[in-house]
């Protein structure tokens, strides 16, 4: 593997903190680390779930709307404690996540069809759920979710440092995750070898619509607010650049947890960046094509050579 | 035959791929009104022939003559618009379009308006198609239709353009019986009416009964040409694999220390393996220590037979059991739970995962076994990965090394070494030396019989039948899926085993069969 596609992700990062260090005002100062830690947690936790996906060769489109599906569940039943409707709302998610895994490893639907699907169609069940309503939600224990900090590192962000210690261990130290790559690298050979294809690629479906549905958990937590019209809008998009542009090909066959969340990260700092030297939203956006084009770029050459 | 100008003549073609020459001075003269069969075996350049012929390839060298005029193809739509087409295996037809826009795909016939004149289409398609004996609501989408009524679609869409040569590559390799006497009715029909017809084909029967004339095709040069009527079956297999029929098996001083043991207990025993249009009616055993060899043209059931004992595949009958236990539930995984192992006919497609490690491609069919409560210890496979490394004498930098940067003969130890994680009682061996050089063949070839004597049960199947020939203990005989002679060690000879191979299936019996039935063959040779 070409050393740009394996440290490239780094390199930006360091080089864009590097100017802002420089160049930014306020930017090294702990409020504005805080800030930009705990907003790009939700995207880090998917993008997480998300490298697991595209490591077996598939893309999950569905998980903005399990954020959505998620958030509307935690409001609905808020009512018998936040326990329960943690629970209740990680179980919307992995039931989302069973559906994306039954259509694809059973039936063999196309990864990028069926969570179109589960894209469209489950934003709709969480508009029914919440009957199409943003309810602002008073809850001591999310109020601690959303806001607490642990020795000045807020809660959530140690709740994503956790996730990706555990997906890191499951990718590299169990028999799921050489399956997880062996399967993205040689589909039929892993077959051949014996491999349980369809559990395997049904767990990673799982996998990362319960990640997902934590994503919205945590920031209907943040936000104190279910808003699933909303919530977690196009988040897709991003956590699928993230991966990427970590080094993570979309051909499958390699994860890599902690180029992902430099990717993620990296992302985020780049619209912050573009924000405090007062350009336009437009323009972030622009950038950030640029940067995903880049990385298909670099993994295009590792292609050929 | 008087021959006057061919319809269609190529001379000394040259075409070389990567500097390898896939093509050597070959030559091929088409008549009107004839059938040409072209045989050989994989990678005798039957494709790049026909790729040439359509102008998918340009030749290096050598000339093409149409109609007497000397032309150059540099499009497949320049072939076709000379009046050249071509049925490929996998029919390449829009199988959501109707049965009468296929028909017409690019020259439908239009209306004043320049708008598709379906009245006019659907009773001409109705019309053409009644010519091939099809009868069928054209208005229909293809897909709806059988396998067979596609084939003539495809055909009866390739001449139905004044074509006046018509290249068939396999076109029965996925029919059903009756629809192969369908087809070769047609292909007469065209014969009659002055088209000459390519017709390439593995199944002899059906070369024998409908060609005028056959070009034998070997390692990209031609071997044979001549009318089939004064070649025989013998002569012409032999012409295929390149051995002579004289030649006799070379002293067999090979296995001879290792004479197997018939007391030596049964480690796999298949029975009655039946999958539609591919296997009929496939019975095969191996004993502890045993090297077993499947032999049998390209297209035979040597592949389908190795994949059905390890459960890959639907299966519509039969049964496999290893050590006298039957196997219920069939799959990949319960067959290594069994003691199955398999390496399979396509390295790079079916072997390897080119992006994983040495340790990970090794390890891979073995994980469940060498993982505690699903967690894997890269310490613990280490031991187990660098003994095999260092066992089989894999070249690798470090067992951290990605399996794609390996040449041919260490991605094929890495196969092996893989299977020899399982700790299997059956190594099923689809053709385990192809595409590696000599020294990594002979070091393969050997390991082959150090694994039989420890007591493993193998299955060889190759490429070349002289590896079959001195690798095997018995060999068994497949011609059309079928069972055709199981040789003995005793009568194991090439000679036996082409002779095998060219039995007519009793000639009566042809039209219609679908496979020959192994005690319908008067062969002393047989299993009894």
Redesign the interface.
């Known amino acids: 593997m070409a050393w740009t596609t394996r440290n490239g992700v780094y390199v930006a990062l360091i080089v864009l903190i590097a100017f802002n260090l420089v160049a930014t005002r306020g930017f090294a100062t702990v409020d504005n680390a805080r800030l930009q830690l705990v907003q790009v947690v939700p995207v880090a936790i998917i993008a997480l779930g998300m490298a697991v996906v595209i490591g077996t060769r598939g893309i999950d489109l569905s998980v903005g709307s399990v954020m959505a599906i998620s958030s509307a569940l935690l409001a609905l039943y808020l009512g018998y404690g936040a326990v329960v409707a943690i629970a209740v709302a990680l179980v919307g998610g992995l039931l989302v996540g069973l559906v994306n895994g039954v259509l694809i490893a059973r039936f063999g639907i196309q990864p990028i069809v069926a969570t179109l699907a589960l894209l469209v169609g489950g934003r709709g069940l969480a508009l029914v759920i919440a009957n199409g309503r943003l309810t602002e939600i008073f809850d001591p224990t999310l109020g601690i979710i959303g806001s607490a900090r642990v020795g000045g590192v807020p809660l959530v962000v140690l709740v994503a440092v956790a996730i990706a210690v555990v997906v890191a261990v499951l990718i590299t130290r169990t028999t799921f995750g050489r399956y997880v790559v062996a399967i993205g690298g040689n589909p039929e050979a892993s077959a051949l070898a014996g491999v349980p294809v369809r559990r395997v690629i049904l767990g990673a479906y799982v996998l990362c619509a319960v990640l997902a549905a934590v994503a919205g958990i945590i920031q209907t937590a943040r936000l104190s607010a279910a808003d699933p019209s909303f919530v977690g809008n196009l988040i897709e998009l991003s956590a699928i650049t993230a991966v990427v542009v970590g080094g993570t090909p979309l051909s499958g066959g390699r994860v890599r947890i902690l180029g992902t969340l430099a990717g993620a990260l990296l992302m985020q700092l780049i619209g912050a960046t573009l924000i405090s030297h007062n350009l336009p939203d437009s323009a972030t956006r622009m950038v950030q094509a640029l940067i995903i084009l880049a990385a298909v770029f670099v993994q295009r050459d590792r292609a050929l050579s | 035959m008087t021959a006057p100008v061919a319809v269609l003549e190529v001379q000394d073609i040259v075409k070389r791929f990567a500097g390898v020459a896939a093509l050597d001075g070959v030559s091929l003269a088409l008549q009107g009104g004839e059938v040409h069969a072209l045989v050989g075996e994989n990678g005798a350049g039957k494709s790049t022939l026909i790729k040439i012929l359509t102008g998918v390839h340009q030749p290096d060298a050598g000339s093409i003559r149409y109609q007497g005029e000397p032309v150059a193809f540099d499009r497949p739509l320049d072939a076709q618009a000379a009046g050249i087409s071509t049925i490929y295996q996998e029919i390449n037809l829009v199988p959501l379009l109707s049965v009468a826009r296929n028909l017409f795909l690019g020259h439908e016939p239009v209306n004043r308006l320049g708008l598709i004149d379906f009245g006019r289409m659907h009773r001409v398609a109705r019309e053409i198609l009644a010519g091939y004996g099809v009868h069928v609501d054209v208005r229909r989408p293809l897909r709806d239709l059988g396998l067979g009524v596609q084939q003539m679609v495809a055909i009866a869409r390739a001449v139905s353009a004044e074509h006046r040569v018509v290249i068939m590559d396999e076109p029965t390799s996925s029919l059903e019986p009756r629809e192969v006497e369908r087809l070769l009715a047609t292909i007469d029909r065209l014969r009659r009416d002055g088209v000459a017809v390519v017709y390439v084909s593995h199944r002899l029967d059906e070369v024998f009964r409908i060609a005028d004339r056959v070009t034998v095709l070997r390692d990209g040069r031609r071997v044979h040409e001549g009318r089939i009527a004064e070649i025989t079956r013998l002569e012409l297999v032999s012409r295929m694999l390149g051995r002579e029929v004289s030649e006799v098996a070379r002293a067999r001083t090979r296995f001879d220390a290792r004479a197997t043991d018939d007391a030596a207990p049964m480690v796999l025993e298949a029975t009655g393996l039946e999958r539609h249009h591919v296997l009929h009616d496939v019975s095969l055993d191996i004993r502890s220590g045993e090297v077993v060899g499947l032999a049998g043209l390209l297209g035979s059931g040597r592949s389908e037979t190795a994949r059905a004992i390890?459960g890959?595949g639907p299966l519509d009958g039969g049964r496999v059991s290893v050590g006298g236990v039957a196997l219920a539930r069939r799959?990949?995984?319960t067959?290594?739970?069994a003691g199955i192992a398999?390496i399979?006919e396509d390295r790079k497609?079916?072997?390897?995962?080119?992006?994983?490690s040495v340790r990970?491609n090794i390890?891979?069919?073995a994980?469940?076994t060498m993982?505690r409560a699903?967690?894997?210890?890269d310490g613990r496979l280490d031991g187990v990965v660098n003994t095999l490394i260092h066992r089989l004498g894999i070249k690798a930098s470090s067992p951290r090394q990605p399996v794609g940067e390996l040449s041919g003969g260490n991605q094929q130890k890495v196969l092996l070494a893989?299977v020899l994680c399982m700790s299997p009682r059956v190594l099923l061996l689809d053709d385990p030396t192809r595409g590696v050089d000599v020294g990594a063949k002979a070091e393969i070839q050997a390991l082959i019989s150090e694994l039989a004597q420890a007591g493993i049960g193998v299955l060889l199947i190759s490429s070349e039948l002289e590896e079959v020939v001195e690798g095997s203990d018995r060999v068994v005989v497949l011609r059309d899926g079928a069972v055709v002679g199981v040789l003995d060690p005793a009568e194991v000879s090439e000679d036996r085993v082409m002779a095998l191979i060219a039995e007519a299936a009793a000639d009566a019996a042809a039209a219609g069969q679908d496979g020959a039935s192994p005690e319908g063959l008067p062969d002393p040779g047989e299993r009894s």
């Open positions: 390890y890959d799959s990949p995984a067959s290594i739970a398999l399979p497609v079916e072997g390897i995962v080119p992006s994983l990970d390890v891979l069919a994980l469940p993982a699903g967690f894997v210890s893989r």
